[in-house]
Each structure stands twice: as C-alpha cells, then as structure tokens.
C-alpha cells in the first residue's frame, strides 16, 4: 500500500491556487534554499517544534522521553542528536509547546479526507493544492493522489520548484491542472549557490509546460530576497527568459521575511542569520511589479 509524509494540512486554504482549497504539505526537499519558509519540510524525516513561551516546566516530557533526550535548566532543552523523534514528549505535553511535523498517510486516508471539502471545491472552483518541502520527492505517492483527484473531477494543483528530471516531470505533469512553478534565480551558478543544486531541470521543465501549451496553466512563484533573488541582473534573466516562453502570463512576488524563530523552534541552523538580509520594501517591490507589468504579465503580490 502507497505510503507518504506530510507535515500538515491546511484546509479551507485560500492562498494556493483557486478557490477554496485543501494544501497538503510533504516532508522532503531536494533543494536546500537558505531562506527556506518551512524547513520542517526539508527532511523527510520528523521533527520536534519547541515553543518556549508557551511551556509551564511540568517536566512531564523529561519522564517520558525514551532517549532521555530532554533536560530542564531555566528552560526545556533537547539533545537533538539523542532526539528520536517518537513523539512520546508530544502526548504528554499538556500546553502543546512540543509538537511533532511529520506522520505518515496513506493514499485512501488522504482521499477521504480531501472529499469532505468536495462541497467547497465545487461552490468556489477549488480543488486540491499538493505542496511541500518538494512534493515530487515522493513522486509515486504524488502520482497516485493526483490520479484520484482527477476521478473525483477535483481541481488539482502542483506546487513545486521542479528540480526533477525531465523524463520523470513529463510522466506525472498531465495529472494536473495547475502548477505554482517556483521560479528563483536564472544565473546557475547563483542558483547553486544559494539553493545548493542546479536549475537545470528547473528551467528544462518549465520550457517542456510552455512547449506543450501549458504555459496558460502556470502561476510563478518568485521569491523576493535583496541582493539574492532581487538584483537587477536576475530580474533582467527572468523577464528574458519568461518572455520567451508560450503563454506564461502570472507572475507571484514573495517577498522575504525572516522565520529565523522557527528554525530556532525546530532546533535548526538559520544559514541567513550570518548574512545581513532584510525584506524588501514598499518602493522596492513596486518597481518590481512594474518591471513585470511592463513587460506584459499579470503581477500579484504574494499568494
């Protein structure tokens, strides 16, 4: 039986494509984005959130932990590498400061619990939106969740940055009706450096949508970072390249803002915080949508 991992779903979502919709959210990344919005997404393994301000020091945690893995001085403190992540802290936890990212699912499961929002779907011209970490990570699984939804005639959405292999993306891209395509950085080698792998299949997997007359069914996805993804060269890359494509006609400016404090929940290493990194401002993202616009594409901010 077909087995994935989320870390969440987010139902009644209204920001992940059309319409009221269900966002499923997979562990597992093979990208590695410095500014990454959900690094518990980046593994597929489990991970413990640690919320201090809401812990009362019960202590109850430190007796339940099988890996004595938790200690309390002016605050509860985990040894992540003696950390297993069971989750028998999680149960016990009467305030829930200490929450677990990750379970598993199966295909049927999942199914049923999407077609309790059918309802919503067909009223607002919903659907289902499958998110991540990267959500083709788990490519069979994926596959097979989009096929049901196609049966139920339910609008399926992909989100993803599309660092597959092309002969891969082809076999599984006619299973949806939408695809929020991050789109970060033209320069390979930038692009290395700052999500540690190459765009090649980025850009080739894009090229393949466009080719196929797709393009109309492509939301980008551009995260807004100064001096990262926001310089003038890259943005002078990105109109090129996307001017050059069929069809491609939305544009989403993220802009940046820092979660450093939820790296410092997962007991996490925030790469940002050694570099001096802020969100772009009012005026800056103006003159990012007006370079946008005026290059022909329907500019949104956020989503």
Known sequence: MLQGKIFDIKRFAIHDG?????????????MKCLWCHNPEGLDESNDIFYYEEKCIRCGDCITACPEDALVMNNKTMIDRKKCSTCGACVEVCPTE????????????????TIKRSKIFYETSGGGVTISGGEPLFHFDFVKELAKKCKEENIHVA?????????????????????FLYDLKIIDEDEHIKYTGVTNRYVIQNLEELSEQGRGGEVWIRFPMIPDITYTEANIEDMIGFLSDLNSIEDIYILPFHDVEEKYKKLGRPYSLSSIDIRAPTKREIKKMKDKFSKAGFRVHIGG
């Open 18 to 30: 059309p319409g009221i919709r269900t966002t499923i959210f997979f562990k597992g990344c093979n």
């Open 97 to 112: 400061s200490l929450t677990r990212a990750g379970r598993d699912v199966h295909l049927q499961a999942l199914m049923d």
């Open 158 to 178: 992909l989100d993803t940055a599309g660092h597959i292999q092309p002969k891969r993306f082809k076999k599984i891209m006619k299973y949806f009706d939408l």
